[in-house]
């Protein structure tokens, strides 16, 4: 063998070994759980649409899990930790106090997923598949989830206050609390169409029905203050729909509400000044528009700073560290 050939074949094993020796870089992906455990997407949609059909509103409150999972350190299942000597649970943040809904149906949906593939699928995916499937659910737009997170061992109930933005919030905190996320203010609008679903408590929304501001639709103030009295303390949990037209599906009502001055909350209603005020009005206009961009957030939402490869555990149940 002439000392050329030598050479290079050396050098082609070297790149080779050190190519294999290589940790290969772990990230998301569509088949993570193809090979792992092929009916994992399937048995969770199963357990995800049973809780739906059960209860409309889940469809909502899961939606809202995993936002709220993904804002406070990555979508990482942090939000399902109980307390413990170690653990400060994110459930008692401000956000989620009494608040925060379907952490049971997580907890069967891994229970089913884990008679069939023990140790395999984390929270973490879970929550992100179990978003995926209540927008199907209520006719909303599907996308394709990457998969491959794994679950924390540590949650913050400090982080839970401080990154999810609350209804008091300006426009300007609005587009830095999603900034902060990698996400861009017409992702944060399209997001914020999630309130196409679900209900919020009086509490809530109070200032905005008993104030005299300008931006709130008279007749529509009187209808929420039956149920909502003005005195602090009184009907505080009683519930009114974030879209008053159609709670209970997936549709772009939520925005043309807006355009009437019928936003729910304060954080909605400020959606319609400023430079947000270009993306509601598109998403009035066009809801394919809206459910495309939807989709697109949703899916940068859930690959907010998951832990993969070797980062993190696979958790036994959803609520404790192994
Ligand atoms: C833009 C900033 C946001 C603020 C200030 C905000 C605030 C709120 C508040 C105060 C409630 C009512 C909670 C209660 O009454 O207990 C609520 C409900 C809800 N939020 Fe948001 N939210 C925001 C963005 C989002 C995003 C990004 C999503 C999802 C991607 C989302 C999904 C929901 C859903 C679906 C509900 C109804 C939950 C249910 O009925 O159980 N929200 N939000």
């Known amino acids: 063998m002439g000392q050329f050939n030598f050479v290079l074949i050396t050098s082609l094993l070297l790149a080779f070994s050190t190519n294999i020796m290589k940790p290969c870089e772990a990230q998301l992906s569509s088949t993570f ?12 949609r199963t357990s995800i649409r049973q809780a739906i059909s059960r209860e409309r509103r889940m469809a909502a409150s899961l939606i809202r899990l995993h936002f709220h999972d993904c804002f406070v350190q990555g ?3 942090s939000i399902l930790l109980d307390e413990t000597s170690s653990i400060q649970s994110e459930k008692t943040a401000f956000p989620n106090r009494n608040s925060a809904r379907g952490f049971e149906v997580i907890e069967a949906a891994k229970l089913a997923v884990e008679r ?25 737009p599907s996308w394709t989830v990457r998969l491959g997170r794994r679950d924390s061992t540590t949650a913050s109930r400090s982080l839970a206050n401080s990154d999810l933005p609350g209804p008091g919030s300006t426009l300007a905190q609005l587009i830095s609390s999603f900034a902060n996320k990698g996400l861009s203010e017409r992702d944060m ?21 008993y104030g005299n501001g300008s931006d709130v639709d008279a007749g529509f103030a009187s209808t929420r203050r039956r149920r909502c009295p003005q005195t602090i303390g009184t009907g505080d949990s009683n519930l009114a729909p974030l879209d008053l037209v159609t709670p209970n599906s997936f ?3 939520y925005f043309k509400n807006l355009n009437q001055r019928k936003g729910l909350l304060q954080s909605d209603q400020i959606l319609t ?34 832990l993969v490869g070797t980062n993190g ?10």
């Open 189 to 209: 609008v399209a997001l914020s169409g999630s309130h196409t679903l679900g209900q919020a408590q009086c509490f809530l929304f109070r200032t905005r029905i």
């Open 33 to 44: 759980y193809d090979s792992r455990c092929p009916r994992a997407t399937s048995i969770i």
């Open 313 to 322: 555990i696979i958790r036994r149940v959803c609520n404790a560290i192994n």
């Open 251 to 253: 549709d772009n009502n």
């Open 75 to 77: 979508c990482d299942a």
């Open 116 to 140: 069939v593939c023990p140790g395999v699928v984390s929270c973490a995916d879970i929550l992100t598949l179990a978003a995926r499937e209540a927008s199907v659910a209520v006719s909303g």
């Open 273 to 306: 000044t400023g430079t947000s005020a270009t993306f509601v009005a598109e998403f009035s206009r066009n809801p394919r528009a809206f459910a495309t961009a939807f989709a697109n957030a949703m899916i940068k939402m859930g690959e907010i700073q998951p």
